[in-house]
């Protein structure tokens, strides 16, 4: 059961476009991370937020972390090829013993096209 | 390598037959967990250890799932009498010590395929 819902769950631009993908959940999680995975490969961690309004930026890549913790956005400026992969929202719990388990959103397919 | 490294990369296994799948930590990572990833959609947490403890298996979807880490550092995910809605990519993942803000890193995955 996915507790995070991502929209849109495709999304095909053309090279230079801007993007924003979501990631809205039911529950409040101590943190929230963003991964990027590439098909035949594992997540790869892209940032975690902590902080409601926090926002962080990477490159091209801005984050935001919603004001009660409950949803977050990634916003893609001048998307590039390299940017294609499935995007995936994360929400942080601590768990017994104060390993972070991960509950993962439905996932953003993104194709950026030449 | 450094990084998580699972095995088989693809199975193959026919209804009914038992598959056992293996990940090798990063070396010194306390944690390590188990996902399931269906074609398309997030990975879904299966199983927790710290060290060789198994603290959560909340996640595991029937009793034919086990996993263990009987030394604290390799695991095994053991699937009896796989079923057809068990074909899915099994990811495992490692972080240095059991303590937020540690980063959580992945495997490639193991891709089972039950025919």
């Known amino acids: 059961t996915q507790l995070l819902e991502q929209s849109p769950q495709f999304l095909s631009i053309q090279e230079g476009e801007n993007l924003t993908v979501y990631c809205n959940s039911s529950?409040?999680?101590?943190?929230l991370q963003w991964y990027r995975q590439e098909p035949g490969e594992g997540p790869v961690l892209l940032v975690t937020?902590?902080?409601?309004?926090e926002v962080k930026k990477l490159k091209r890549l801005t984050f935001q972390f919603g004001d009660a913790r409950k949803d977050s956005s990634l916003h893609i400026t001048a998307a590039q090829p390299g940017d294609t992969g499935l995007y995936l929202c994360a929400g942080v719990r601590v768990l017994t013993g104060g390993g972070n388990k991960l509950t993962f959103g439905t996932g953003t397919q993104l194709k950026v096209e030449l | 390598g450094a990084g998580v490294s699972q095995s088989p990369r693809y199975k193959v296994a026919k209804r009914g037959q038992d598959v056992a799948l293996r990940c090798d930590p990063i070396s010194g990572h306390v944690s390590l967990f188990w996902y399931q990833q269906a074609l398309g959609q997030g990975p879904e947490f299966l199983t927790y250890?710290?060290?060789?403890?198994?603290?959560?298996k909340s996640g595991l979807p029937s009793d034919r799932f086990f996993a263990e880490r009987p030394e604290g550092s390799v695991s095994t995910l053991k699937i009896q009498r796989t079923q057809q809605e068990d074909s899915a990519v099994y990811l495992c993942?490692?972080?240095?010590?059991?303590?937020?803000?540690?980063?959580?890193?992945f495997g490639e995955g193991s891709w089972l395929t039950v025919v």
């Open positions: 993942a490692s972080s240095l010590v059991g303590r937020s803000g540690n980063t959580i890193y």
């Open positions: 937020v902590v902080t409601g309004g």
């Open positions: 529950s409040v999680f101590s943190s």
């Open positions: 250890f710290q060290n060789e403890a198994q603290l959560d």
